[in-house]
């Protein structure tokens, strides 16, 4: 493990000796200069869970072999569809281990985000020990009233400068009640080590400014949800990180192809198919409804960790209505 | 123009004779069969006050002069940015007729929304008889907890029953407190007199929903703001309702126009550009600060009526801002 | 009338000629040095209307001798129960009028809270010529993102500089969503035309603070809701405006008399007993609500104006339900 | 101690064996039949940091020792101000053993809320185990779609089911965004383990409405937050776990005694001048702030774990009159 770390950041070297807080089997390595290139889909992967409750690692390695032959760019471990709430410390490490190893040679960007920045940047370097590409960090949220611009610049900036790995933020006021600063992710844009912004807030405006404002960073912005893909492609996006790619990835990568092409009007077509099933595996079923709908194409969903329900049988009812209503047969 | 129609509902006929839009001296005429077509853009016009705090007639028609050398489609009267909750009812059905008279012949839309369903039909029929060819009826919100849905479809069913010309449904949750659902907006768009949405809200993933879900409709949705019109025009909506058009309406009709000529790189990067001007004359500084930017464009702008207060220096300061660095003089 | 109006405030005086806007048949008088005592309690009256919908005296008369027996302070004409957005100017005016004219010598205070500063002027002068005796000045709220505290500020101010009868502030937010900033509202204290504020709001810190940092002014706090009288009055309000009391005033000024002669366990009892069908004749079911519940209580209630719906008899069972569970026979 | 336990519900019984899932040192004792009397007042007590930023158990000692002089009836440990979200388990579980054994014979209230059942049910054996006499279980909020009513139930019945010692229910919207819904804390009130509720939201009505609606139950409600804690004890709650009683904790024992005693004018001065010291220490400037105002009042505070940050210069100030406009020197 390499002591010593070279961190460059606003035109001076910092020289520091490391200590490498809980990393192991892993040469930490010198602080990224960017240049990861995010361009494409992502499933934010749900983890299956056996009947007993623990992680289902034999479900995830089918889930994967499927996955596998959609053209995904890489994959996220431990996005909010991922349950990472409910897993304890090594259950997450171990997760993203395992995924690693069997994603080939596609991207694999782990959520490490937790409250404490302290917690998160030893969770992060443990995620790069394990495999992971890059680490999604999600704005910590509990003490809602405290987190200012400055605590989240403070909080963003320190696990950029520990990460081994490049950072992404993760912007999904649904989950943490709060929308980060559009000013933040400006001054944020300017680290080394933070390449871009899955934003799930879906607030396209923010989305298309934030493209133009870091036109001239190296600093990518992913659509955090399928109900809005092909606009913030539109809006200069390099891809999406979206929930539906559990269960219907050849249809995003398709339309991200689409638009890639310049097939507008086919994409748009499939675009607006897509938003009322993603609606549904998201804001109105939630996860739950998400690994029910990947049952109907052929991945292992299973039910969720309590407290969170699996659907009832109404409910799946009213699921499978609004994927057929838009002419997907489930 | 059909002249005779058969409504059908509440299980009995009702047999009407239609006399056309835009009547005076009243008859009122027999209900629309849609058919008004609202592709283009439309500056929600601002209304000018004398030093005195009245109507300014002469500023307005000033305004009126320069906007019609614009490809507009039309011009809505007293959406949010005109002020017409500071307007009484005399005031408001006379800047309508003096709006449609100086015109030429582009398309009035006359805000007509109350909170009352009573009163809303009647000044609906007032702006009729002014000279209006469309209401846009925004939805009443003063008892929140009372608007639900059955209220709402109430509501608008009977304003279009009773309306001599056609209603636009007005959503515009940032001033109503209320967002709209899209299962009463489908139900509503089959009514032969409701021809369309103008969404406010920016939620472009229930935008391109509602305009696959009404595809086979006589249904128009127009974006509420310019800061997402180009992802509304590629979601499917016809135009834009635009504050910032106000001030900036050719650059909105370029935009258009790039849209529909395809020119997909130049409609982007016009779009980004604009996004931090617009928002700058809508949520940050609303009807005061898109008032002094028509200033800056050649337009009479002035102050708004109390109790909203003109820009202070520093926020006129930073608003001029917003407009420079994205490459706008003002 | 009075062209001469001396008006006294932060150490100067300010010398105007008021031609008088609106105001008929009856002297505008100097303004208030306040003194007008606000203790007890307040139904903030219902408004019946006829099968065809125009406001029903002859009920309102009936009711109005029923409440009259009443130990009620006064009464609040044309708070939000009183349907007051549904009713026009002459109405408003009209209604007034009636009530004053039936209301014995019990106080008239008039809600005349427009959006506009100059017309809630011209209607609180109105209201002042119609027999009201103080004015209920809601929050303007349509413009939620420009109503800044300076705004409110330059609202209230010039409405009490301009009113021959004082104003009580009302802040509301279940229905403007937006809550009156303590600190403004403590500047506004100072006027000695503006005597105090109904708070629906429920913030019981909010209003206990309130309470101290006044102690030493002329300013007197209503609670808003029945829900919260006890413990508002055991936290130094002077009374209440309490939809609730429309039905059971009785009840309500009972409570503030076991309050005054220190009964505190039978204060609590009743409080905690009228809590359930307080919050369903306000919150749950509203308007439609408290009038369904006025029939059962001996007084005329009847439907709501249109968009807001009566009760269905669903509704009307579950709000039974809210009374007969608390003990109180319907 | 019984490793078997008989459990009352839903009208049949059940006999378990336990097998102690993650419980070590201490066996599992059969499940309460409630009566753990919590009248009296509780600091949620904040966590002392070292300057390397790791628990620091010499001040937290020294805290102790002053509180144990004040007339708490106990202390709650991990409370949303002992920044228990920053603090991993081992830490979480180190510090209610230390708290315990410095607590003298007071009672000991843990936080062991987690967002998944499972890890709840753990972590409150643990604590049980570490000396815990009651655990305080926060509502799960991460998947704000997904906490319906059922979800919420069944969280809070199976931890309920499987804890050694009773849980008291911990309602607090402005962290997690979620307000318990009063229907499901009748249901849970039911439950032999489930001895009350902390509601920190402080809507007063609903607070008085639980009171009674639990009256015939073993079923205790404390407020949440010194704001209003005086109402609140006039509504029948049985006392208050409230973060000002870290710094100012003889204060808030005395305004409980004057209610005792009936003194409710001296009650009413002081629960007045307490509140806006309160919503600085709250509200306004959360963990950071009532760690600076202990180090007024002889406690040891320090600064809060990042991403929190600690108060500037200029918010020290601010938070200083807060407290000296009251009367209360620091």
Same mark, same amino acid.
């Given at each position: 493990?390499s ?59 089918? @889930?994967?072999?499927?996955?596998n032959?959609? /053209? ?5 471990? !431990? ?5 990472y ?18 994603a ?13 920045t ?5 969770l ?8 992971a ?16 611009n400055?605590?989240f610049k ?20 649904v ?7 559009? @000013? ?8 080394p ?26 600093f ?10 092909? /606009? ?13 790619? @559990?269960a ?8 991200q192809?689409?638009?890639? !092409? ?8 499939? !675009?607006?198919?897509?938003?009322? /099933? @993603? ?18 194409f ?5 039910? /969720? ?7 009832n049988r ?17």
């Amino acid at each position: 493990m390499s002591l010593l770390r070279f961190c460059f950041r606003k035109n001076f070297f910092v020289f520091r000796s490391s200590v490498g807080v809980g990393c192991f089997s892993r040469e930490i390595s010198t602080q990224q200069t960017k240049k990861l290139d995010l361009r494409g889909i992502f499933p934010p992967i749900t983890t299956p869970f056996t009947s007993k409750g623990s992680i289902d690692f034999e479900k995830l390695s089918k @889930n994967m072999k499927r996955w596998n032959e959609i /053209p995904f760019k890489g994959y996220v471990v !431990q996005g909010s569809n991922g349950e990472y709430v409910y897993l304890n410390t090594s259950e997450r490490i171990d997760l993203v281990r395992r995924v690693a190893h069997l994603a080939n040679d596609k991207l694999i960007i782990a959520g490490s985000g937790c409250e404490s920045t302290a917690v998160t940047i030893e969770l992060t370097r443990k995620m790069a020990s394990a495999g992971a590409n890059c680490a999604l960090v999600i704005t910590p949220s509990f003490y809602k009233g405290a987190m200012s611009n400055a605590s989240f610049k403070t909080h963003f900036l320190k696990i950029a400068d520990d990460s081994p790995i490049p950072i992404l933020l993760y912007n999904v006021p649904v989950n943490t009640g709060l929308d980060l600063d559009p @000013n933040i992710i400006l001054e944020l844009a300017d680290h080394p080590n933070i390449v871009g912004l899955k934003d799930s807030g879906g607030d396209i405006s923010k989305i298309g400014n934030l493209v133009f404002a870091t036109k001239n960073k190296d600093f990518q912005i992913l659509a955090g949800s399928a109900g809005f893909l092909y /606009p913030a492609l539109m809006m200069g996006c390099v891809g999406g990180i979206c929930a539906l790619a @559990n269960a219907m990835g050849k249809e995003l990568c398709d339309l991200q192809l689409l638009y890639e !092409q310049g097939k507008h009007e086919e994409a748009l077509e499939l !675009q607006q198919k897509l938003i009322a /099933p @993603n609606t549904a595996v998201t804001r109105k079923y939630g996860v739950a409804g998400l690994k029910q709908a990947m049952e109907w194409f052929g991945f292992h969903g299973g039910p /969720p960790r309590l407290p969170m329900l699996p659907l009832n049988r109404e409910q799946i009812t009213e699921l499978k209505k609004e994927f057929t209503t838009r002419g997907f047969k489930v």
